[in-house]
């Protein structure tokens, strides 16, 4: 089975901090994934990497950066947090061989902006 | 760009009942996919149920299944026989082809199924 990791289940931070999720995967993908979820607005599309050192902006990257330095590892991070970042994130990846296949998730981190 | 309606935000089901999740969506592609996934309290998302848009075949997973109408753009979820672990929150989700891009997701139904 796919193993999605995400670093921390729960997050506190403050206004202002640089803060970095991060998420491994154990399945050699080469795609990966970073979501935003909020109630009522579903999932959100932060930014996309298709492979090593690539990164593509997603619907609403504003405020966040990402890093793929190992294929294995996406971070996303939070430049100087603010209360409007306080979100569920979520990881994904994805075999790019093979056009159905599916994306696979994290467990989530819930982060808190103070 | 694509878009993915779910008209439905909440919805309950007596156990044993079957239900039908809604799923609309808007594309100017012909080869694509869709998913369901779900989501439970633990929060983790669960691939349900996927379907290639060439296949007429609607797809099925055991108690789900889905009814594909190209023409409508409609991707519709049904579950026979609910279950209390059924509840969840459930997105559909669109994908291009080739596959090699990110997943467009609805705003979600949350499903309970009551004993």
């Known amino acids: 089975d796919v193993k999605v990791t995400q670093s921390s289940r729960y997050l506190v931070k403050r206004t202002g901090e640089k803060v970095f999720l991060e998420c491994v995967q154990d399945m050699d993908h080469e795609n990966m994934f970073w979501y935003r979820q909020d109630p009522g607005l579903g999932l959100r599309l932060i930014y996309f990497?298709?492979?090593?050192?690539?990164?593509e902006k997603g619907d609403i990257p504003e405020g966040y950066s990402v890093s793929r330095e190992k294929k294995e590892r996406f971070s996303l991070i939070l430049e100087s947090a603010s209360t409007n970042q306080t979100s569920m994130y979520l990881c994904?990846?994805?075999?790019?061989?093979?056009?159905?296949?599916?994306?696979?998730f994290g467990d989530g981190t819930r982060l808190s902006i103070l | 760009a694509q878009t993915v309606t779910q008209s439905q935000p909440e919805m309950s089901v007596q156990e044993a009942e079957t239900v039908t999740l809604s799923c609309t969506y808007d594309t100017s592609e012909n080869n694509y996919y869709l998913f369901w996934y779900k989501q439970p309290p633990s929060r983790q998302m669960i691939l349900v149920i996927r379907q290639e848009a060439y296949k007429q075949q609607n797809a099925t997973e055991n108690r789900f299944s889905v009814n594909f109408q190209k023409a409508a753009k409609s991707f519709s979820l049904k579950i026979s026989d609910s279950q209390l672990g059924d509840t969840a929150m459930y997105f559909c989700?669109?994908?291009?082809?080739?596959?090699?891009?990110?997943?467009?997701f609805g705003k979600g139904t949350r499903l309970s199924v009551i004993a």
């Open positions: 994904a990846s994805r075999d790019s061989l093979g056009s159905n296949q599916p994306q696979h």
């Open positions: 989700a669109f994908m291009k082809h080739p596959g090699n891009t990110p997943l467009v």
């Open positions: 990497s298709y492979d090593v050192k690539m990164k």
